[in-house]
């Protein structure tokens, strides 16, 4: 043990030195979300500056001023469809928009067709969601004032539903939730453990090929068995994951704890508003509003147990996954020989980023079940159903599961990892790599 812990000193100490390290790790939870902010806001104000223009052939004539998507300007023209198409391509517009005449005449007529939209490029599905609302919502209004029918009663027998969801406990207490937080939490958290498997896999075979390459580990292992020095890497690259991830805990919670106190207003600041003119005081209720709506979320989800799993699932996959990554690291000369071996172990992980998608959409789904019990893709899958709900049994075997699964590997990896090490310039294949498994050193 004193030599895996001498080892994880020298390769943690190592990284949390580097200023790369400092300021990745300080920058990004201030960066990341001013790049978000900065993107939305400049996307927002280019889709509102910017509009292209669109031809509008209406035969009908129904559809004057029916339109309300403002990244277009419409331009109402008139003649054939063909004279149409030949108008937009010589203006240069973006598309035309052919609406055929209809028959409104049988009220029970309620699905129509022959509505085109031609352009040079795809338009977004958001835009072409918006057309097809415009026309149903004319057509429909033009249908109601044929029938005779009053809009005024028929707006008033129009409702609006808010259904709210709450979990029951075993002794039937009800707690709300939120299913929309709820996605972004576990798409979130399963998202970042497949990030850093990459980033800190990547960074294990580095280390391990660098040490190899230069010839610095036949002095090494004349003092630390090879299995000691990979577990030392494995577990000191892990201490440097965990330590960011620490510090981008505490300063996200500051950061958002002084957000919602800004929001919320303390008492100088209630002492202040007072004084203030109506209008502001209103501004500080929104606000007060505001960060009530978002502690209210936040209270929905269990954030200690979703942090407390979270932890552990980030720390099994990085285990796991790390082993194999240094094994392949020994195995091979060069970064280049090592591309042929990535593809089996990266190909759970793909598989993981991709059925989450599904599994938010059905998160006790036997997809889900299964996936989150298999090591090799709970990590990720697990953490993306545990903010809507797990059953105790299923967490409790998923995480054996884990950690029966990293047990398995780290010792498979040390096979490898004993004879690699030291081997150069023997070209490594799968068969070579079975058979260091049985020799004896």
Same mark, same amino acid.
């Given at each position: 043990?004193k030599?895996?812990f001498?080892?994880?000193k020298?390769?943690? !100490?190592?990284?949390?030195k580097k200023? @790369?390290f400092?300021? *990745?790790?300080?920058?990004?939870?201030?960066?990341m979300p001013?790049?978000?902010?900065?993107i939305?806001?400049?996307?927002t104000?280019?889709?509102?500056?910017?509009?292209?223009k669109?031809l509008v052939?209406?035969?009908?004539?129904?559809f004057?001023d029916?339109?309300?998507v403002t990244?277009?300007?419409f331009?109402y023209i008139t003649?054939?469809l =063909?004279?149409?198409k030949? %108008?937009m391509? =010589?203006?240069?517009?973006?598309g035309l928009?052919y609406?055929?005449?209809v028959?409104? &005449?049988d009220?029970?007529?309620i %699905?129509? @067709?022959g509505?085109?939209?031609?352009?040079?490029?795809?338009?977004?599905?958001?835009?072409?969601?918006?057309?097809?609302g415009?026309? $149903?919502?004319k057509?429909?209004?033009i249908?109601?004032?044929?029938?005779?029918?009053?809009?005024t009663v028929?707006?008033?027998?129009r409702? $609006?539903?808010?259904l %709210?969801?709450f979990?029951?406990?075993?002794?039937g207490?009800? #707690?709300?939730s939120n299913?929309?937080?709820?996605?972004?939490?576990g798409?979130?958290?399963g998202?970042l453990?497949y990030?850093f498997?990459?980033?800190y896999g990547?960074?294990?075979?580095?280390?391990v090929?660098?040490e190899k390459?230069s010839r610095i580990?036949?002095?090494?292992?004349s003092?630390? $068995?090879p299995? +000691?020095l !990979?577990?030392g890497k494995v577990l000191g690259?892990?201490?440097?994951g965990f330590?960011?991830?620490l510090?981008?805990?505490?300063?996200?919670?500051?950061l &958002?704890?002084?957000?919602?106190?800004?929001?919320?207003?303390?008492?100088?600041?209630?002492?202040?508003?007072? #004084?203030?003119v109506?209008q502001?005081?209103?501004e500080?209720?929104?606000?007060q =509003?505001?960060a009530?709506?978002?502690?209210a979320?936040?209270?929905?989800v269990?954030?200690? /147990?979703?942090?407390l799993c979270?932890l552990?699932?980030?720390?099994?996959?990085?285990l796991?996954y &790390?082993a194999?990554y240094?094994?392949?690291?020994s195995?091979v000369?060069s970064? +280049?020989?090592a #591309? #042929?071996f990535?593809?089996?172990?990266i190909?759970?992980i793909?598989a @993981?980023?991709?059925?989450?998608?599904f599994?938010?959409d059905?998160?006790n789904g036997?997809?889900?079940?299964?996936?989150s019990?298999?090591?090799?893709?709970?990590?990720i899958?697990m953490?993306?159903?545990?903010p809507?709900?797990?059953?105790?049994?299923?967490? *409790?075997? @998923?995480?054996v599961?884990?950690?029966g699964g990293f047990?398995g590997?780290?010792w498979m990896?040390?096979r490898?990892?004993?004879?690699g090490i030291?081997?150069?310039?023997v070209?490594?294949?799968?068969?070579?790599?079975?058979?260091?498994?049985t020799m /004896?050193v």
């Amino acid at each position: 043990m004193k030599q895996i812990f001498l080892v994880l000193k020298r390769e943690y !100490m190592t990284r949390v030195k580097k200023k @790369s390290f400092l300021l *990745a790790t300080i920058l990004t939870p201030l960066v990341m979300p001013a790049i978000i902010f900065a993107i939305v806001y400049f996307a927002t104000q280019e889709k509102e500056s910017r509009s292209d223009k669109v031809l509008v052939l209406d035969e009908s004539g129904y559809f004057n001023d029916a339109f309300d998507v403002t990244s277009f300007e419409f331009e109402y023209i008139t003649g054939d469809l =063909e004279s149409a198409k030949k %108008d937009m391509l =010589e203006q240069g517009a973006f598309g035309l928009l052919y609406l055929p005449n209809v028959d409104l &005449g049988d009220g029970s007529v309620i %699905d129509f @067709s022959g509505f085109e939209l031609y352009s040079k490029t795809n338009p977004s599905v958001q835009a072409m969601e918006r057309l097809e609302g415009d026309i $149903r919502n004319k057509l429909e209004d033009i249908k109601l004032d044929k029938s005779g029918l009053d809009p005024t009663v028929i707006n008033n027998l129009r409702v $609006r539903v808010d259904l %709210d969801s709450f979990n029951i406990s075993e002794s039937g207490e009800a #707690q709300k939730s939120n299913a929309k937080l709820s996605f972004a939490i576990g798409y979130g958290t399963g998202f970042l453990i497949y990030m850093f498997i990459f980033i800190y896999g990547a960074q294990i075979m580095q280390s391990v090929l660098d040490e190899k390459t230069s010839r610095i580990v036949e002095v090494i292992v004349s003092s630390v $068995r090879p299995f +000691q020095l !990979m577990m030392g890497k494995v577990l000191g690259v892990g201490a440097v994951g965990f330590t960011q991830l620490l510090i981008w805990f505490v300063l996200i919670g500051g950061l &958002g704890t002084v957000g919602l106190s800004i929001l919320s207003g303390d008492s100088a600041v209630m002492e202040a508003a007072s #004084q203030q003119v109506p209008q502001e005081a209103m501004e500080l209720t929104s606000q007060q =509003e505001m960060a009530a709506d978002i502690q209210a979320m936040i209270a929905t989800v269990p954030v200690v /147990k979703i942090l407390l799993c979270f932890l552990f699932f980030f720390m099994g996959a990085y285990l796991l996954y &790390g082993a194999l990554y240094a094994a392949i690291g020994s195995a091979v000369d060069s970064i +280049q020989d090592a #591309q #042929q071996f990535m593809f089996p172990i990266i190909i759970p992980i793909i598989a @993981s980023i991709m059925a989450m998608f599904f599994v938010l959409d059905d998160p006790n789904g036997g997809l889900a079940v299964t996936l989150s019990l298999i090591p090799f893709t709970s990590p990720i899958i697990m953490m993306a159903r545990i903010p809507f709900g797990v059953p105790d049994w299923q967490l *409790a075997l @998923s995480m054996v599961l884990l950690i029966g699964g990293f047990i398995g590997t780290l010792w498979m990896a040390g096979r490898v990892y004993r004879i690699g090490i030291l081997m150069y310039g023997v070209k490594v294949n799968w068969k070579t790599i079975g058979k260091w498994f049985t020799m /004896k050193v």
